[in-house]
């Protein structure tokens, strides 16, 4: 009987007492003797040719060391790459230099760098860096970019498309030819700011007599940070660490290699002095990556049953200046596979452009391609039900992926694990109290009070793998995690994990799941991540993939620490290894209970060696690359219930139900808090958040003055609850939860919204749905 | 997030002040610094010398002047949001504070402040028109006294010169059967008012409406006074057909800003709608 179990407990995050007394580890909070500050100039233009840099004034200030242009950095520096190569897309990579040589392509792009003793002069010298543009015309807006005579970023980019990526399963026409219905609708994803609390920054150390660079930095995956490091400066992998231990969130904007570490890396080296950058708010804002920002061209064939029978889509993703890392996988991959959402429709015809604009590069952000599809799909088929005059609830059910036909291969090609959509469907319309909730609606609507309920029934892949599908898809890198786990004489435990938790919890829900393994006490163990000179390898922190992948990486290498530690034990003890039992931490005879060994006893003697068998080594310790066989795919049912008050447009939120199925639950509490702060995004994105450019490219919304992050006050209190279907894919039957609610709630915020003001006959608002846009809809219609 | 090099003062009197104003005429007065400090950080104020008042004595406190009121400049938000005396007398102040900002903004900055900086957006502008107060100001001249309604002149522009000091604000005692009320839209981003209204109405023992003052911030470059609602409403029954109709006029000759959030067509209709509103609580309270 195991009475110390942890899988399940809601147990408080061990981190936190470290974070939030202010002795977090940040990249900035690390300080070494000798270091300059490094600041970058950037182009106030967002599309320019340099026609001079001047930096003489700059150099002659007391304390500047030096000044650096793109010209400087040329033979330091290769240029910042990207690594998802999408194939059979005519993809065109951009030369994205760290520091632009000749032109600059959006307002951000680095022109200069200083390095100075301290960063008010650093500042100082930036300001007195003086560059002469040639302004050219920019283009911000990704259909007009294509358009002929729209101003071209690339000589070598004809219509500045960067790549075109075709999913076609099906026959979309004869599908759309018989449907009894047919609707086509235009959407916008609009582009949001992922604004992680902690902004990117570097502490570079190069070491001239080792020849080693040592690197501190805001990375979601530091080992792919060498990796790309190593490519970018020419130093072998081997002398280079990078460390990123705490890390103040991400949501996907840490994983891209940027200009700015490069720099550092480059200028460390060069002066042979550890050199610190850490971002401002305003360079975060326009120098790290943005996310969303799609158009599409939606048609949906259904029968007038509300079958739906086809999806064709034609979208236009909005790519920013240069490709980012990761990201012509995002709107491609991540956004065509999902297409079918949670429901059994055959044909899936998709399009995608990527197309380059005069704008801050996109890449991943929460959710990353997934929000997009199932926004599309949540959107259309609350549509689909108005037209047919179907409850949304009944519509998706009648559209579901039967629960008994799960592993369900989807006409994409993916293999759903497992699924029970509609047992998360229906404990959401109890815990919301559809019936009574629908006709309260109906009573205040006559009082000229207008509420309104919102569906999305969504699926999403995470827990990214395996390897061999990342390679199909032109990601440049495998999708495996790696754990190592060393039992130390006394039995404690020290795990090295490739994930790189920066906000999500994996020190104290790892721990958990060793403690389970081992029978060890949850203090006994030691989380390491983050560090490349301690961990062999990983992948990093992403794509709701660090349980699912990380962890089962761990829990098999727990399994064979766990199988040699029998092996010594039923050694000393004189009986074969299978004649032992495993409980509580202790090894024992089956049948003759007294007759046993602790799990620490065993690690002592696993160091001693005084009496193992030839055939056994010393030590106790295992690694484990865990590829999976298949990713995730969690799923549910969010409900939003909003009240909009027609005479100002503004949306207050009554109840918020998410219903989840994330699989098997670790810790309740942590999955609680990833999905409340998924929602928290994803509501944000429905009426809040919105980052704006003007029509020369400049960033509007640039500073959280007008970027409006959600604060607790602007969000209703969640209800939270969850269904569990086990995924067959990891031991632990886990499948991931920090994408879910910024994939779900979006939708749901938005078909509430449009809910509220069907007596008005408001059937669509493009996000945000801002008190204006509200307001000006409805005088529209009433007038 | 890194100002240009400045050098501090500490004023310990109002003529010490002065004087490093006069010796220092590019420097600026430090109260809360909640707002000239994002400023500088930003580098879009860069004054040479900051000369730091929080700490004047006998530029904070509250007191009770018989028929009024006075506050000095350099009183904390929270301080006047926990005055008794306040909370009694003109409860518009704290419903108004209570929806500035955070508590770390509360607890740093300061009426004297957030008057003489005129940000167009923020919310006390509003209520010091509608309350009728008057500012006290003073400078190498010596002492005058400005009615809040010349207050106001343009963007982050007020009628203090740059070397005078704001000193106090002091309130008139409405008289029995006033209401009073501040209604805001807020900004999601950056919670400072789209829209702002106070309104505070007298009644007459009839029921009737007896005096009103209405001032608007947010809307336009600076807070104003809606002198036309008031001419609509004064004499007036205040039903909701009445109220409706004179916040109607609310929006008439004003210019409006334009942003991301809200165009100047919005704008102009919240205008109208957050009167109405605070023009209806007030009423309310007016009647107790
Ligand atoms: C996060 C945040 C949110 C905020 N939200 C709101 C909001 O919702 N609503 C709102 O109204 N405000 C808001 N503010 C602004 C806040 O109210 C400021 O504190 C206030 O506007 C300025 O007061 P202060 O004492 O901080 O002035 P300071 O920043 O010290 O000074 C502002 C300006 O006034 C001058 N000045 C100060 N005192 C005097 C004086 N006695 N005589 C002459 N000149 C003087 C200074 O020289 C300076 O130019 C917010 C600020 C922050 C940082």
């Known amino acids: 009987m195991a009475v110390t179990k942890l899988f399940g407990a809601a147990i408080k995050r061990r981190e936190d007492p470290r974070l939030i007394t202010g002795r977090g580890n940040f990249t900035d909070h690390i300080r070494l003797p000798g270091t300059l500050v490094m600041a970058i100039k950037r182009s106030p233009h967002a599309h320019a040719r340099i026609v001079r840099i001047d930096t003489s004034k700059a150099r002659a200030m007391r304390g500047v060391v030096a000044v650096y242009t793109g010209q400087d950095l040329v033979d330091k520096l290769a240029p910042v790459p990207c690594a998802w190569l999408i194939p059979d897309s005519d993809l065109k990579l951009t030369p994205y230099r760290a520091v632009a040589v000749d032109k600059v392509r959006y307002v951000g792009d680095a022109v200069a760098v200083v390095v100075a003793e301290d960063r008010y002069v650093a500042q100082d010298a930036v300001e007195a860096i003086d560059v002469e543009y040639e302004v050219l015309p920019a283009v911000v807006d990704q259909e007009k970019a294509m358009e002929p005579g729209a101003p071209q970023l690339y000589d070598e980019i004809p219509n500045n498309l960067a790549f075109h990526w075709k999913l076609h399963v099906g026959d979309f026409d004869a599908v759309w030819n018989e449907a009894e219905v047919r609707l086509s609708r235009r959407l916008i994803n609009h582009r949001l700011i992922p604004t992680a609390m902690e902004p990117r920054g570097a502490l570079a150390a190069y070491n001239p007599g080792s020849g080693e660079l040592t690197i501190w930095c805001t990375s979601q995956n530091p080992h792919v940070h060498r990796l790309l490091l190593s490519a970018v400066t020419g130093l072998p992998e081997t002398r280079i660490r990078v460390i990123a231990t705490d890390v103040g969130g991400g949501f996907g904007s840490k994983i891209p290699m940027y200009a700015g570490e490069m720099i550092a890396a480059a200028i460390s080296r060069d002066l042979g002095r550890p050199i610190k950058w850490i971002e401002t708010r305003q360079e975060n804002y326009v120098a790290t990556i943005h996310g969303r920002d799609h158009i599409q061209y939606v048609d949906i064939a259904a029968r007038r049953d509300g079958t739906i029978t086809g999806v064709r889509v034609r979208a236009y993703a909005n790519m920013g200046a240069y490709l980012s890392t990761a990201a012509p996988g995002v709107p491609t991959w991540l956004f065509g596979l999902m297409l079918q959402g949670a429901y059994a429709i055959p044909v899936i015809h998709c399009d995608v452009y990527g197309v380059l604009t005069n704008t801050t590069p996109t890449d991943a952000y929460r959710g990353a391609g997934r929000p997009e599809a199932t926004y599309l799909l949540e959107r259309m088929i609350d549509i689909l039900a108005r037209e047919l005059g179907m409850d949304p609830a009944e519509i998706r059910r009648k559209n579901f992926i039967p629960k008994d036909r799960f592993p369900y291969t989807t006409p994409t090609g993916l293999q759903y694990d497992s699924g029970d959509y509609e047992a998360t469907l229906n404990r959401a319309l109890e815990l919301v109290d559809y019936a009574n909730l629908r006709r309260q609606q109906a009573e205040l609507r006559q009082q000229g009070r207008y509420i309104g309920i919102g569906f999305s029934t969504y699926v999403e892949v995470c827990g990214l793998a395996p390897s061999q599908a990342a390679g199909a898809m032109g990601f440049q890198g495998g999708l495996w995690e790696s754990a190592t786990v060393r039992v130390h004489p006394t039995g404690k435990v020290t795990v090295f994990t490739g994930s790189n938790p920066h906000g999500q919890g994996e020190e104290t829900t790892f721990a958990q799941l060793v403690a389970d393994e081992l029978g060890v006490p949850f203090e006994d163990v030691e989380i390491i991540h983050g560090d490349t000179e301690m961990v062999p390898f990983g992948m990093g922190t992403y794509g709701s993939r660090s349980t699912a992948v990380g962890g089962a990486a761990l829990v098999a290498a727990c399994r064979k620490v766990k199988e040699k530690a029998q092996r010594i034990a039923a050694h000393l003890l004189e009986v074969s290894p299978e004649d032992l039992a495993f409980e509580n931490g202790r090894f024992f005879v089956k049948g003759a209970p007294d007759r046993g060994m602790t799990f620490q006893e065993v690690a002592l003697q696993a160091y001693l060696a005084w009496k193992l068998p030839r055939d056994i080594e010393p030590g106790l310790e295992a690694t484990h690359f865990w590829d999976p066989v298949n990713n995730t795919f969690p799923f549910g049912c969010h409900i939003c219930v909003v009240e909009v008050d027609p005479e100002t447009g503004k949306v207050d939120f009554l109840k918020y139900v998410a219903v989840d199925d994330v699989g098997n639950v670790i810790n309740p509490m942590i999955v609680d808090g990833q999905v409340h702060g998924g929602i928290a995004q994803g509501l944000a994105q429905a009426v809040y958040e919105y980052a704006a450019y003007d029509a020369n490219g400049q960033l509007l919304s640039a500073s959280l003055m007008d970027y409006a992050i959600p604060k607790a006050s602007m969000l209703p209190s969640f209800t939270v609850d969850r269904t569990v279907t086990p995924t067959p894919v990891n031991p632990m039957g886990v499948k991931g939860a920090g994408e879910t609610g910024t994939i779900a709630s979006t939708p749901a915020v938005v078909n509430a919204v449009i809910d509220a003001l069907a007596p008005f006959g408001i059937e669509h608002i493009d996000m945000p749905l801002t008190p204006e846009r509200i307001w000006r809809a409805v005088r529209e219609r009433s007038s | ?288």
């Open chain 2, 1 to 288: 997030m890194y100002p240009s090099t400045f050098t501090y003062y500490r004023a310990g009197s109002v003529q010490e002040a002065l004087k490093l104003l006069v010796e220092n005429p590019d420097a600026k007065l430090l109260a809360g610094g909640h707002s000239l400090i994002p400023a500088m950080k930003l580098r879009l104020a860069s004054p040479s010398a900051l000369i730091d008042i929080s700490r004047v004595p006998e530029l904070a406190g509250i007191r009770d002047a018989g028929d009024r009121i006075v506050i000095g400049a350099t009183t904390r938000y929270d301080d006047i949001q926990r005055s008794e005396l306040v909370r009694q007398v003109l409860p518009i102040l704290p419903e108004a504070i209570d929806v500035i900002g955070d508590l770390q903004v509360r607890n740093m900055g300061t009426i004297g402040g957030s008057l003489a900086h005129a940000d167009p957006a923020a919310d006390l502008p509003a209520v010091v028109l509608a309350l009728g107060a008057e500012l006290k100001a003073v400078g190498p001249d010596g002492e005058r006294t400005i009615p809040a309604d010349q207050f106001f002149v343009d963007l982050f522009t007020t009628a203090l010169q740059p070397n005078e000091i704001l000193t106090e604000i002091s309130f008139p005692k409405p008289p029995a059967r006033t209401g009073m009320s501040y209604q805001k839209f807020a900004n999601p981003a950056s919670g400072y008012a789209v829209v702002g209204a106070a309104a505070v109405v007298t009644l007459g023992e009839d029921g009737k409406v007896a005096a009103v003052r209405v001032g608007v911030t947010g809307a336009g470059p600076y807070a104003v006074r809606r002198q036309n609602v008031e001419q609509a409403l004064v004499g007036q029954e205040p039903t909701a057909a009445a109220i409706e109709a004179a916040s109607q006029l609310a929006s008439e000759g004003m210019t409006f800003n334009s942003d991301i959030f809200a165009s100047d067509e919005y704008r102009a209709h919240l205008t109208r709608v957050f009167v109405k509103r605070a023009l209806t609580r007030a009423v309310e309270r007016a009647r107790g």
